[in-house]
């Protein structure tokens, strides 16, 4: 029995030596050793390159979803997980974006351990959201086509950053300031430049209904097929809906998205003798050296484009 109560005893010991172990590397590896870099995750490649102009060479990077792919529904990958444990912060959209596939980025902060306000920040927390008109108790995820919603995720990420470096922090928001005047002097271009576009010709029509934050920001009146990309898409209903709005108008042009499929709005464009006028950026920035692969150039790309589709 002596014996027995000594091997138990023992047991535990080293039990409690391995959670305490644990315990203070998950506790230190939130914390920066001097010369470290601050170790980032973003859930999309917009998030990524707004946070690659504040934090720039002082932190290590690391997005999930890559370009081009869809961040409604994604499955992560095991270096997803990964860069996600080891990560100091990690930046999400919110507004219902990462909610596809039963909740995709809930499962990944409870698999990696990680805690919402702790570990894991919302970009988009001081944004104002428009809700979808099919479900008006969820929130439009996509906040980030109108550039004052733009700016505020700069200035989210910004704070969080310099609290969790405070080393750098004065290099950050120096960063932030530049960026954000750039954004800023783009949004305040965009504002007017619509204006001039006689009203019935002033529709937006796309696939995904990811246009209202646009829309009510730069003067013109959205139109899609689908309201979101987690719903059923190119349904006989949705065509219908979208084909009598456009009945109704004088628009010139169509658009689609660079990360849907073009086949639902090629039928639109058949059964009404309009062209697609150019593709434009939704939810993922171009591939690298493309136009449109920055958040900055993927706005103006969809400024300018929508405004030549519309106008001629």
Do not use: C
């Not at 994604?74 to 860069?83: A, F, L, W």
């Not at 996600?84 to 974006?97: Q, S």
């Not at 003798?273 to 692969?293: E, H, M, R, V």
């Amino acid at each position: 029995m002596k014996k027995i109560i000594i091997t138990l005893v023992g047991v535990i010991a080293m039990i409690s030596g391995v959670y305490f172990f644990l315990h203070s590397r998950e506790n230190n590896s939130q914390e920066l050793a001097d010369g470290d870099k601050l170790r980032v995750v973003t859930t999309n490649s917009i998030l990524e390159d707004m946070v690659h102009n504040v934090g720039k060479d002082r932190i290590e990077l690391y997005s999930i979803v890559k370009r081009g792919t869809d961040p409604h529904e994604y499955e992560p990958q095991p270096t997803d997980v990964s860069e996600t444990v080891e990560a100091n912060v990690i930046f999400h959209n919110g507004l219902n974006l990462e909610t596809g596939g039963n909740g995709w980025f809930k499962k990944l902060v409870k698999t990696s351990h990680k805690s919402f306000d702790e570990d894991v920040f919302s970009a988009s927390k001081t944004v104002v959201p428009k809700h979808l008109t099919t479900n008006v108790n969820e929130e439009d995820p996509h906040a980030w086509l109108d550039l004052a919603n733009g700016i505020k995720y700069v200035q989210v990420i910004t704070k969080v950053l310099k609290d969790k470096d405070k080393k750098n922090a004065s290099f950050y928001q120096a960063n932030a300031d530049k960026y954000i005047a750039k954004l800023e002097k783009l949004h305040k271009t965009a504002q007017s430049k619509y204006l001039g576009i006689p009203e019935s010709q002033r529709l937006l029509v796309t696939s995904e209904g990811a246009f209202k934050y646009f829309s009510a920001a730069y003067h013109v009146t959205p139109a899609y097929i689908w309201e979101i990309n987690t719903e059923a898409q190119g349904t006989p209903e949705q065509m219908q809906s979208v084909l009598a709005k456009i009945r109704k108008t004088d628009v010139k042009h169509l658009f689609v998205e660079s990360s849907v499929s073009p086949k639902s709005m090629e039928k639109v464009s058949k059964e009404t003798g309009i062209g697609i006028y150019s593709k434009i950026f939704t939810d993922s920035l171009a591939k690298k050296g493309t136009d449109g692969d920055t958040y900055y150039s993927m706005m103006k790309w969809n400024i300018d484009h929508i405004y030549d589709g519309l106008a001629k």
